[in-house]
């Protein structure tokens, strides 16, 4: 059943999945102050742009980390904010399909679409977070001898380039966030996370980023309590998620077998926070 949550300044429109996968929407019902009217239907100034978000995550003797990312202060979106890289999906991200169709096939099932953008959504995760990391995930070793030649590839060629395929595998669809109506830029991003091997380390992209940082859920969070880094709600709420988690093995574990969850953010007024 759909309910409301608090995260940060806003309310959480919270979907669920069906045993399929597939999304259930909530039923109709208004947000504090917003008179939004219905999950199918609300009043979207701007429609939102579909985009990616990949949790990275590696394993340590402590306990698991995953890598964040600082936007520049000049950024149009988040300035300032840490968060996971990721970025809009590009028409040419549903050329996975060509190179995982089970997998596509398979996220597809859990994520309510059709495979052709199931596959363009984990395209995009993947493209996204070498672009600006210099990570490729599933991949048999580091490539940054090859970064510059390929950081502007559609995903399907970048894949190719590689020895062998990379495995895709480990990555585990977890969520969808939409940016709140009356926001000047809007994205309705799907939230995948994925193991990285310990000894890839990030080359960022100096025209997005000013900084990364391998940290453990629990330490981000209580850096951004403290007031030290700034986070989104989905970051936020994503790393209390992971958290919880011993192993990056549980981790996945885990995450694969409970079901995807959606969000729908809603302002709500400075007296209900």
């Known amino acids: 059943m759909a309910r409301l949550r608090r995260c940060g300044r806003q309310l959480l429109l919270k979907g669920s999945t069906n045993r399929l996968g597939r ?10 102050g917003e008179g939004i009217g219905s999950w199918a239907n609300p009043p979207l100034t701007t429609p ?36 996971f890289p990721g970025g809009a999906v590009d028409a040419d991200d549903s050329g996975l399909l060509h190179l995982y169709p089970a997998l596509a096939t398979g996220m597809a099932a859990r994520m309510g679409l059709t495979a052709a953008e199931a596959a ?36 399907r060629r970048l894949l190719e380039r590689e020895t062998s395929l990379p495995d895709l595998e480990s990555i585990v669809y977890v969520s969808r966030w939409v940016t709140p109506p ?53 970051t936020v709420h994503t790393l209390r998620t992971l958290r919880e988690y011993d192993s990056v093995t549980a ?23």
């Open 120 to 155: 363009a959504y984990l395209g995009a995760a993947v493209r996204e977070a070498w672009e600006e990391t210099g990570i490729l995930i599933g991949a048999m070793s580091p490539t940054r001898s090859t970064y510059a030649a390929a950081a502007d590839l559609p995903v």
């Open 251 to 273: 981790m996945l574990q885990h995450l694969r077998e409970r079901p995807a969850e959606s969000y729908f953010p809603l302002s709500a007024p400075a007296t209900e926070q």
């Open 48 to 83: 939102p742009r579909s985009a990616s978000t990949l949790v990275m995550a590696r394993q340590t003797p402590e306990r698991p980390q995953v890598l964040l990312v600082q936007r520049l202060t000049t950024s149009a979106f988040g300035a300032g904010a840490w968060v």
């Open 182 to 234: 009356g926001q000047s830029r809007r994205y309705d991003t799907r939230f995948f996370v994925a193991e990285v091997g310990g000894r890839f380390e990030p080359r960022l992209s100096s025209s997005e980023h000013a900084e990364a940082r391998w940290m453990r859920p629990a330490e981000a969070l209580q850096r951004n309590e403290g007031g030290e880094i700034v986070m989104m709600p989905p």
């Open 23 to 32: 999304s259930v929407p909530p039923p109709k019902q208004k947000a504090l």
